[in-house]
């Protein structure tokens, strides 16, 4: 029977507690998991050498196409927003001249 020592515990797992045993103080209660998550993976990267890259395997073209569309959809947003104030306006301009055919009407 062949048998296979593993070790009890690996250090790779035991720096990752002790870096974020680092992180998880009193002074820095107020992190959010999923920020203390991605500041975790940002040392970690960095104590590699490796940076993050969060744009690995995105195009270029893609990633125009989808601003592009964001913009859009701002832009949208905006006409709806400017068509609404010219109704608006267009109300109390309305609203303006019936005050002054009243006034008008009231001093004749």
Do not use: C, Y
């Amino acid at each position: 029977m062949d048998i296979l020592p593993v070790q009890g515990s690996s250090v790779s797992s035991e720096r990752v507690f002790s870096s974020a045993g680092e992180d998880t103080t009193k002074r820095h209660s107020w992190m959010h998991h999923d920020l203390m998550e991605a500041l975790q993976m940002l040392k970690f990267s960095l104590k590699r050498g490796t940076p993050i890259n969060f744009t690995v395997g995105m195009k270029a073209e893609e990633e125009i196409d989808r601003l592009l569309g964001l913009l859009a959809a701002k832009d949208e947003v905006l006409e709806d927003k400017n068509v609404r104030l010219q109704d608006i306006l267009s109300m109390l301009e309305s609203q303006d001249s019936l005050e002054e055919d009243i006034h008008h009407a009231e001093g004749t």
